[in-house]
């Protein structure tokens, strides 16, 4: 029997349906309370650990046999047992509001009556740093808050109430729950027990009102952008099963085969050419269908209406219906996959089973009601025991539905703060649930927790008998045209096998009509979203969480054109062992049937193997980092043979994207970390992934070519609650718009970087984040070979920690990479326009002495304006040269030396700043890596009227950097070299190094220079008649005045092009020019050089008057 159009009268109805549809309606939903009730935090022999000094057993706590009373619990003490133990929780306390009144409270009985050394006299309760407990008990810190020791009624062997209602001054976030428990004695010649019951904290009822701070934008600096308000425009006269005579119902039996409608066992093909409609009453809601197969000209047309299918496996090669882009489903409808565990392709030859297959050219529509937003963030702070929160976006969601709020805390995956609730009623941006909210959650102008609605009415979900304890749930694969929109996918994704993931675009080339909009994802075995061989879809305002390995995956590094937008990542878990490390190497993981995708040991929110794609809006919590950008050399999988470098492209764009609560596993791990390699044996195809530091450069079109070098660009970010905010190992990075909240470090840049517009926060108003574990800088200069320019940035809220050591571990603005004398600083950093707030002068440059460090004595930077350094001079918008604790950057009579910084700080005048190597071949080279005490001089400044020692030491690891256009004297302990090579690494155009060597009386010298690539640039130096002379040449001439050998050192390569610099904000960083050379040959037959070496040579400066 065909199917009709509808009557005249229900076409006016969806046309009056469709024009209601296209505005978001805020319509309340539920009753409000006006009274949020009291919440008990309870505690039992399940959450309490019994600690004392000695007298410990595994049967010190226990649980009372016999008891029907679930919290009741005993503590069993042997024979001489201590005077007082401790009661300690295992869980985190509840956040503590300052000046509100909680009560805790329990039941007490004696287990034998009161005697000598059976007598409990008093307790004391206390929370604590939970770092602390791991102290206990032979080292008690000082608690975040304590009770006065309290008694009780402690004396009966019948159970005793005891209330005690304590009040803290100051906030408390993260905490543990202590209870000491004293006695009048030690327990005595006999075993004893005392009983416990109905132990809580009881947090207090109160009004409920809307508070007066609530937020209006979720950031001070940046601008993050958000989805148009407006929902999905409608048009339900266009619903597929409204259409014409061609459709047909699955329950007619004229249809099928020899007149009969399949049943479910059956392998069942939707016959050819036709378009049927599956209704609530056409098919068994009970039983499992084994197989169905849609072929190509064929259609299966799901009805609007509530239903539940259970299923094994579905084939399309032609079109599967359920919604359209104008006809969004309103009806709950339940798709329920079934299969054990298997590799063998059930669905159809590679395309594995349990699930939804859609060939090449087949296509599939599944959308339901559209819910809007789908994720927004906290407009308050909300506190332990809050029913009700309010956010920033108005949203249609309804009562029943089930909402995350993400974690507030950093350590997501060790500390798991994320929490479901269920709505009990809703309008417009106040929401209440059914429970109370456990964990702190921060909603502050610095940041917000997200709040995200996971349920949908039509929902795809795995079911619970066949797939919980093997991972093994089902996926939706499609080849052709996908679109998912309102779809809620649940324990989807099958563990480790390749391909078999919850929504997955697989090879699908470039599409023109595809996306998955609102959708989202829970409890996932393997992945979330996955674009696979596949560009030009759309991602978009989708939810993802809790999923086992990379969530939102750009697959084999070939996929480009993409947009992925305004959708949220949170708590993803790594597979395996997490990739961890204490140095840049990082770890190496390997292809495995344990670990298929060896990456997953990095799992992230965002997993980008090709960055010509368009971020905006997106949002990730937790995972290994929130975005990760891994390395291929080469395109991995079907592509492997792809002759492209996905490595070498640059992001799209990048627009309003934020992370946090991630980084932590990896010492270099970032919360945005582009870094790692990921590689495949050629032999075999196993990938190999290496979770460490590799750089990578851009380019257009990603064709190596060094006039196409292009910039990656990271526009509006903001990073919280992370280690690294943004790891980036690579060339070329500019980052524009940029909050960084409570992160250790907000950036680890490398090549040339610009960090302009930010905001760094070392400590903001959250309370979790108080008493913190790590200390945190605002800037960490790295030692050599890049280019650094920080401008526009406000540092706020880096306040000394007593904790700290070290000047450069503290909570501090500006620190430097000092550990290595092999790595020295050439000029590579320099700041302009730089604010700061809440910042005690102490704490804006943290400068170590570290001994037998050269990149420690080499520390500098420009201070572009002065603004970093005007505390201190008194001088603002002057710039200034910020130079190591050493006399060698004390260069004029304005320099001012910090002992709060451990720095010298100087008006730069005409001055700058450059860089050269000795080389002497064979004992000093660059390739040579030498011991850090392996002196051989020092470097002194002469002239410019310097009377007094202003040097610092060399050693055989070359490289010193200082003040251009100065004298530079140079003394070698171990006799002046009678081969001596100087590279000019880093002298800007205009600039000279003024150059004083000793030698032998009657030393005879040829020198030349010369640029190792082209002998365009070989001169003889020639001999001129004075030290002036030299100094105020162009560098073509030497002079020796029997003592002293003079050299101007210039960089004739260098023709002040703006491709010599790295160029921001009218601050120039010169380049490292490879290599242009002095040669220095000197002969003295009087005396000459002993092995290389002209010995016991006088250290004697030249004049100051030079």
Known sequence: MKIYKKNHFLKILIIFIYLSCNILKVNADGTFSTIQPSTDIKFDKSNLEFVAEW???????SNVVGSTDSSEFSLNYGVWGPTYNYLIAKNKSPSIKANVDYTFSFDFKLGKALGEYNNYQSMVLSFYIPEDIAYFPWEIRTPLYTTNEFSGNFASTSYQSKILTFRSTVDIGNSIMVLRINRATETGPTASSVYFRNMKITIPSKPITTPTDLLTKDSELIVIPKPPISLDLQDLTKCPYLTASDLYNWHDPTIWPNGVVPSPNQNITIPAGKRVLISASSISQTQIYSRIVVPVNSELIFNDQNFTMNIRDIYVQGKFIMGTSLCRYNSFINIIFHGEKTLQDTIAQFYGSKGIAVASGGFISVQGKQYHNTWSKLASNVWSGDRVIWIQDNVNWEVGQQVLI???????????????????????????????????????????????????????????????????GGHILSSGEMQFAGVQLKRMGQKNVKARYPLHYHLGGTLNNSFISDCSVTNSYYRCYTIHGTNNVTLTRNVAYDAFGHCYYLEDGVEVDNRISFNLGAYVHTIGKPAAGASQIGETFYQSSELTQPADSAASCFYITNSWNSFIGNAASGGWAGFAFPNLPKPIGNHRTLNIIPMQYPIKEWQGNT?????????????????????????????????????????????????????DRLNNTKIFLSNLGVGY????????????????????????????????NGQSGNILTKNSETTRQG????????????????????????????????????????????????????????????????????????????????????????????????????????????????????CLFSTEWNVWVC??????????????????????????????????????????????????????????????????????????????????????????????????????????????????????????????GNGKQYYFDGTHLFLKLVNFMNTGGSWESFDR??????????????????????????????????????????
């Open 55 to 61: 007298d410990v057993s595994a049967n010190s706590i």
């Open 406 to 472: 993400t974690t507030s805390v950093y350590k997501d995956e060790l500390d798991n703060q994320n929490e479901i609730l269920t709505i009990k009623a809703i309008e417009g941006k106040k929401i209440e649930f059914t429970e109370p909210i456990k964990w702190f959650k921060y909603g502050s102008q610095e940041y917000q927790s997200e709040v995200a609605l996971l349920s949908r009415r039509i929902v795809f979900s795995s079911d619970e008998s066949s797939s919980v304890s093997t991972s093994f």
């Open 659 to 711: 992370a946090h609560s991630s980084g932590y596993y990896f010492e270099d791990g970032a919360s945005i970390y582009v870094g790692g390699n990921l590689t495949f044996n050629e032999a075999n195809g196993m990938l190999i992934y290496n979770s460490g530091r590799l750089g990578r450069t851009t380019y257009v079109n990603g064709v190596k070519n060094e006039n196409n070098v292009v910039f």
């Open 729 to 760: 190992w690579g060339e070329n990075i500019e980052i524009v718009g940029y909050e960084s909240h409570d992160n250790t470090r907000p950036v680890s840049l490398f090549g040339n970087v610009w960090l302009h517009n930010a905001l760094v």
């Open 779 to 894: 800037f960490r200069f790295y030692d050599f070979y890049v280019q650094t320019i920080i401008s526009n940035t406000i540092f706020r809220n880096f306040i000394h920690s007593t904790a700290a050591t070290k000047r450069d571990e503290d909570n501090v603005v500006i620190t430097a990479t000092t550990f290595s004398d092999v790595f020295k600083p050439q000029f590579i950093s320099a700041t302009k326009n730089i604010t700061f707030q809440n910042v005690p002068q102490s704490q804006i440059i943290g400068h170590e002495d570290v001994a037998n460090s050269g990149s420690s004595r080499l520390f500098n930077f420009l201070d572009g304006d002065g603004s970093v350094t005007s505390s201190f001079t008194g001088k603002p918008g002057i710039p200034q040269i910020v130079g190591s604790h050493v006399s060698w950057w004390k260069f004029d009579d304005s």
């Open 907 to 1032: 008006n730069k005048g005409t001055k700058g700043l450059a860089n050269i190597e000795f080389w002497v071949p064979g004992f000093m080279e660059r390739e040579l890596e030498q011991d850090p005490d392996s002196y051989i001089g020092s470097i002194s400044l002469f002239g410019s009227g310097i009377n007094d020692e202003r040097k610092t030491l060399l050693t055989r690891n070359p490289g010193i950097t200082g003040v251009s256009n100065m004298g530079w004297y140079a003394y070698f302990t171990i006799g002046t070299p009678n081969y001596l090579r100087i590279w000019t690494a880093q002298i800007a155009f205009g600039e000279y190094i003024f150059l004083a060597i000793p030698y032998p009386t009657g030393t005879t010298f040829t020198i030349t220079s010369e640029y190792d690539y082209s002998n365009q640039y070989t001169y003889t130096i020639t001999k001129t008649t004075s030290a002036l002379a030299v100094k105020q």
């Open 1065 to 1106: 904000v009218g601050i120039k960083i010169p380049d490292v020019y490879w290599t242009y050379i002095y040669n220095i040959r000197a002969t003295n037959t009087a005396k000459p050089s002993v092995n290389g070496y002209f010995l016991n040579l006088p250290d004697v400066r030249p004049s100051s008057t030079l």
